[in-house]
């Protein structure tokens, strides 16, 4: 011990790099040389690095113990490299740098979780090394397999969020890729792409969050949003984004008041729900539940390990991890305890009625995760970390026990969906007596029944539900609009409501689990005749892969659907199908479900607070120390509250829905169910139909965007292209179309335009333009016109004030006119023009001589104002005239 | 220890690496590409030890050699010229030569690694190119064009292997296209001068055009053309736009110049402000692409040829992202930042989420990835927009991804298309039964495109979204509702790229002729090795780059919210007018007034005086 504290030191505890680092490796190594290496490499390869981390966990485990004497939170730092830095302006206007590193951390909370990822890891990589020995992508399932566990370790090891969100993201590739292993089914394939897309809306929650940790906190790892998280607790103007909303006016006057009213919520609150947005994406909670019970596409193993035990319950171990900063919005608590015994509830009634028996341990899983989002939702951290916990041995016992089932059906069923419908099991105790034990041990647990492990953990979350409660601050004030928020209350039924879901859920759970039990292990076998030393008539003598030992034929049935398409499906059940006796899995399958089994069994005792034996309890309590000081809870002192509460679990939850499901499966052998089933179809099949809310998805929201994506190829192809690219390019076409027919290139063409135009021009020259230039020097009086000549031109003025042209009305050469006139004085001018053809053109214009303005005159002497009322001469005037022309004096 | 044993030593992990990526080639792949796979391993390994911040960097080279930029622009370009004069019969030395050159030109950019990460200019050269106007040669590199000419130097050559992979006549064209765009993009890149970034950019056109018109599908006159013209309007604006600035400057100045150093420094009045900056963003905007100019990319890209494609969203498109942050940003910054909240809620509406959902609904995977290319772009924009160090630098890292991630994904789906001469999505499925290498590497660099951490694309996406949470500052109240609508955009790259893939990859294989396909073969697996490489040391070392770029990106931006102040406080109707000097390593090789000839000669004895001194 001395030694390992002296090599590997708290504050750069490089025992984490290597925990991190050997799945890193294997999943490198198996995924790029796997197929040149063989199975056993493989093999090798990826159970002796998950059993190297697991070992690096449980020192580290035992390293945490040592220190955490003196009840403080110990944390162990690796600080890897600078991955990034974020700068720039955040709350308050103040400089944001956020460093982040690659760095990780250990503490209670993760230590136990690494323990379980490795340890429960490691069992499951064992079992997969028989379950998947014959499948032709092994080496590709043991990468993705490592690949996981390795993310799952980032995630858990993180010591902030953007680290923790790389392996959020990086679990969803893995189950992404692990969902759709078996890919030529467009069934498996589709699976896959939900779970990462659904995922995906999560992750999208987890980046807002990060986003407004920055903003408002500034620090994104786990020690600096601790200390920051009071900057949380100030209002946000959610609505109207911007001062006004853009529309009101247009409203009736009271709609309009109602929907610009500010409404604000504290940042906390907002900072909560969107963290609560990806751990709903994460661990399947109602809303973004739909894609865990398609997951069970993914090979059993998998279904195990990432949808039971680790990866689902990364939301959990989210809130956990942030509890400081949950317990600030009372709000948000809320939310995330309704939605939790929401979900809880809602799995178990779908959970009733499902055939398929991973669906059933499927929408099981939803609602024991529900449970735990309960008791995190109530302030009840602990008790559903523990939960997590718990769950991951009995969960992972029952899906590897379901798959050695599955493994044993496919001895003669090869179709995915009737090999694992229980009503073609039953009876199969006295054939796989290893895998039956081990099952019910886990079904005890699940089902509550007292001292098993399941029994400690539920227990201790319905408790919780009610008697605990979040209370944030009375009310929170400041931020940018100063103003004082009030803290949502919990109203005082909630504590009821979510205690009575949580306990109607913990009878449907024994009911169904009860059900499950009794349908693959009891009764009569149904599957098929069984023929001792049947010999498959389809078995290719060649092929020599079925032998009963190790033998996948799921995995092989995968490989004759694409090369055999005539590969015939036969009906399954007793009087159509001969087969082999059902056979017990080798012991690499039941020495992981023996151990599980076990655990499901004693670990209550790690946390049982009922009979003050918590040793994890004690462990934990630093890390949720923070969080605890704004959870209200009776005190522990009423003892006799805690044993009602725990009978109350026994004898109105367990012990009903068990009792009941042996009454309807085995005394009357499932004929009430049935019954039940008929008298309410409608119930059945919205239940059978698991709520419809994927079809409900896909007739709202799916269904709009790929409308609007409809919409937008459309505005894209005819709006946008058509109006930058076919208008504009029309409009030039148009033009060079029109422009073309003057090029004809035919000269009779261009001779008619030819005549035309000289036509004009000369028509121009013919007619007179009577043009004059104007001359006024409004001080003096004396104004001064100059009419352009011409060719031909002739003249006549009548600028003289009198009635009659100038001299008589014949034209003359005159050119200019020049006069004088008085101040106020208003005279009419005029001028007629006369061409060579007699054709005469007019000019008149009446003057007025404004008066003299005194003090504009007083500054600046008045300077003639010329203006030119005939700037164009007329074409084909000589050029030395034009030029001459406005003094053309000499002309007169 | 003898130094044998240490050199021995210290060179040993990049034996390793070499030695482990040579054994990844599977069993059936000869030599050649285990040799080169393990060199690029090896060689990207070397990369991310010597620019480790705190490893022995190499010593600054700007002043053993002040001409590399120049050397790096014109190498391609006289190597063109040379190539002209090559047999148009011998293929094999034509494309060897190509290469080569363009070897050279990338082994020596990577020199540029060696300068220091302050702000300031380096390898500056100044000389005069036409005095009568005040047009100079004036090119250099800081933080951010750095990058960029790596990313040129980088992705050429890989273009150009995969060019010469699918295309088999009219070689020596195709050469000379790709060595006249090289030159032209990088000297676009270099330039400091407004005049030689103005014939560089449009230098560019050319090549590209013959590379589209000529080696591209049923359709490419058609879309060569929208390409050339769309890009031509932006071009005259902007030419525009100089002219005029140029023009003011030296009213104010009294000289004619054109060098971008100058011209950063005037204050126009806001309506000649806004009417310089329109024709600049024009410019740039059309390139990018953003809405509604965006359509002549999907039509390009489909139609041009792989190795065009490539280089066409690897690099081209950068240029206007980079453009709009060198010169609108830093010589217009006040209508810029006028502009840029409801700018970015045209990137965030129409460009990621338009963008993305369009993409969605194509049928052509290279349609489907030239509107991914419009999303992402989108992203790079908003990081622009938001103005802050997180998110220019995010968006410069996102510029790089972008290079990487969609030059590969438009690699890789040229490899399909040699295949089976169609991109229809209908026409696959199930492929990763007969292709899985090509199948992993397609979904790993979707895994790049979509964004998912540890990869290259999540660090840029991260920081952007990040920098316009932080965005106050220029975005204004509406940041956090625009970094919310920006963030969905990670959703729906998920939903394109993965309905692509599982369509194209996954169900069963029905179409018959795919039943036979080949997989990559090895020339394929070499180029893409090196963006492979990248993806995730970009993912996992962001700080390689990101260290380099920000004191640059801090002075840019210092830069720019000056030019906003200025730009706010300036009165209606006021007079252009030039800021005062600052000094600083910004404002090394300002072009000084020219002086007259008796100034010149006064100035000549003088030097020649206090040599004698010396």
Redesign the interface.
Known sequence: MELLTQLFPASHFSLLGLILILPLLAAFVNGVFGKRLGREAVTLMGLSAIFAAFVGAVITYLMLLGHGEHGELVRFHFNAWRWLQLEGVGDALAFRAVPLDVAFSVDALSGTMALVITGVGFLIHLYSSSYMAEDPGYYRFFAYLNLFIFSMLVLVLGNSLPILFVGWEGVGLCSYLLIGFWFSEDQNASAGKKAFITNRVGDFGLLVAMGLLVYYVGALDWHGIEVGRNNLLQPVKVWPVADSVPIAQLLPESLAEAISKPRYASAATLVCLALFLGAMGKSAQFGLHVWLPDAMAGPTPVSALIHAATMVTAGVYLLCRLSAVFVMSPMAMAVVAGIGAFTALFAATIALVQNDIKKVLAYSTLSQLGYMFLGAGVGAFEAGFFHVLTHAFFKACLFLGAGSVIHAMHARIHDTNDSQDMRNMGGLLKFMPATAITFAAAWAAIAGVPLTSGFFSKDEILLMALKSKVTGPATISGGQHRVVLENFVWPEWYSGLLYAMGLLTAILTAFYMSRLVIGIFLGEFRGWKIVPNWVDPHAQPASGAHDDHGHDAHAAAHDEHDDHAHHHHEKPGVEHMEGPTPHESPWQMTLPLWILGGLSLFAGLLNAHLIHIAPLGHFLEPVFAEASKSVEAPEESVESFKWIGAAIAVFIAAAPGIGLAWYTYVVKAGRPAAEAAAKFPRLHAFLSDKWRVDEFYKATILDIVDSLADMCVWFDKWIVDGILARASAFVIQAAGAILRQFQTGRVQAYSAVLMFGLLGVGTYLVLPHANVREHFDHASGVYKLSAAPGLGYKYRWDVDGQEGWDGGDKFGNRTEATFQLKVDEERVIRLEVEGPLLITSRYEKILVRPRPDASSAAVTPQKPEEKSAAVQLPPGHPPTRAGSAPDAKGTL | MNPLARAFFEIAPYLLTFAVFA??P??NQRLPLRLGMGAVAALLHVFVTCTW?GAPSLEESATSWPNLLSFLTFLPLVAAVFLLFLPRQSPGLLKNFTLAVLAIDFVASLSLLGVSAESGWRYQVVADWIPSLGIRYHVAVDGLSLWMVLLTTFTTPIAAIVAFGSIRERIKDLCFSLLMLHGAMLGAFISLDLFLFFVFWELMLIPMLILIGVYGGVDRIKAAY?FFLYTMVGSMMMLAAILYMVWTHKTLAGYITFDYLALSKLVLPKTAAYFCFAGFALAFLIKVPV??????LPDAHVQAPTGGSVLLAAVLLKLGTYGYLRFCMGMLGGPAGVVSTPLASVVIALGII?GA??A??QDDVKRLVAYSSVAHMGFIMLGLF?A????VKGAILQMINHGVSTGALFLLVGVIYDRRHTRMVGEFG?L??VMPIYTSLF?LVT?SSVG???TNG??GE??V?????????HLG??A??Q??LA??G??LA??YM??V??KV?????SNPKNKHLPDMNARELFAISPLVGLIFIIG????LF?DRMGPSVEAVLDRYREHRQEFTAQEENSEARLMGRRGGPLESGYPEAPKSDAEKTAQASKNQAEEKAQ
């Open positions: 054994l990844v599977g069993r911040s929208k809405f509604p100019f965006h359509t002549w338009y959902l369009i969605w609904k938001a802050n160090p997180a998110g199930g990763a039964k979904i895994m998912v951490p540890g999540f660090v991260f920081m979204i990040m920098g316009t949470f932080l965005g106050f500052e109240p509406f956090h509702f970094a919310i963030s969905t990670v959703i998920a939903l993965l309905s893939v599982q990859f996954f169900g069963p294989l996992f070392f962001p700080s990101l």
